[in-house]
């Protein structure tokens, strides 16, 4: 996850951004609609509850197998350690930015632009790694990058339940206890499958995982997500107190 793409098991640097949106809301909002959906708190939230997992699984596979594919390409342990630092220090930047992204693109697609670019980034680091064409410069460059882009993602991602439940604390508790369940699931299943998984068959099943799920979870939140109009209005008025 120093390449900008974290799994839950490394700690991250506080976001006060993304905090400040899990508590109080982004923006004001209105009223969450009545349907309860399956876990409770809207069918919408569901399904993108759906995609967070998906993605966490491409998270934790390429976060389990990139430092020893980084080691055994350049023959260094300590390489995975030095990116985890500057990636996490570009993660921290670039949660400050995410409210002026929020206002400029809107919520739905400010999620799909940063997860698209990590998607890239992550899958172009994992392939040239594979083929032998990395470079340490362009390793940290890439990672660098990443990082920055996650931390907009992940401020994106804790808004939008805040946006959309502001109105009904009961159900944003329900969904950030079962957006916790599923990354404790994923967290403690993922690298164990992909343990097994490089040692059987190498590191491919691990580098493609990344893309596809992400790429899944793009396409569950393009298709399902829907962002209440006048909270998109609002977002786009003024740069909005996000976390």
Do not use: H
């Not at 969450?32 to 966490?56: C, I, N, V």
């Not at 998270?59 to 630092?85: C, H, R, W, Y």
């Amino acid at each position: 996850e120093g390449l900008g793409v974290q799994s839950s098991g490394r700690a991250r640097l506080e976001r006060p951004a993304a905090r400040n949106a899990a508590e109080n809301g982004a923006v004001p909002a209105p009223k969450t609609p009545k349907g309860r959906g399956w876990l409770g708190f809207g069918t919408g939230l569901t399904f993108f509850l759906a995609a967070m997992a998906m993605e966490q699984v491409g998270n934790e596979a390429q976060g389990a197998a990139m430092p020893s594919l980084i080691a055994k390409v350049f023959g260094d342990v300590t390489i995975s350690a030095d990116l985890g630092i500057w990636s996490a220090l570009a993660d921290f930047a670039g949660s400050l930015m995410a409210p002026l992204v929020i206002k400029s693109l809107g919520l739905k697609a400010a999620y799909l632009w940063t997860a698209g670019a990590r998607l890239v980034t992550g899958a172009l680091i994992a392939g040239l790694l594979a083929a032998g064409y990395m470079t340490v410069p362009l390793l940290m460059a890439a990672s660098v990058f990443g990082g920055f882009v996650l931390g907009i993602n992940y401020t994106v991602e804790k808004s939008i339940p805040a946006v959309i439940l502001r109105q009904d604390r009961s159900k944003l508790e329900r969904f950030k206890a079962a957006r916790q369940s599923v990354i404790e699931i994923v967290a403690t299943i993922i690298p164990i499958v992909t343990g097994a998984a490089v040692a059987s068959l190498g590191f491919l099943p691990a580098l493609v995982a990344f893309p596809v799920a992400a790429g899944l979870a793009m396409a569950i939140v393009a298709f399902t997500l829907r962002i209440p109009q006048k909270a998109e209005l609002l977002l786009k008025a003024a740069v909005p107190s996000v976390a």
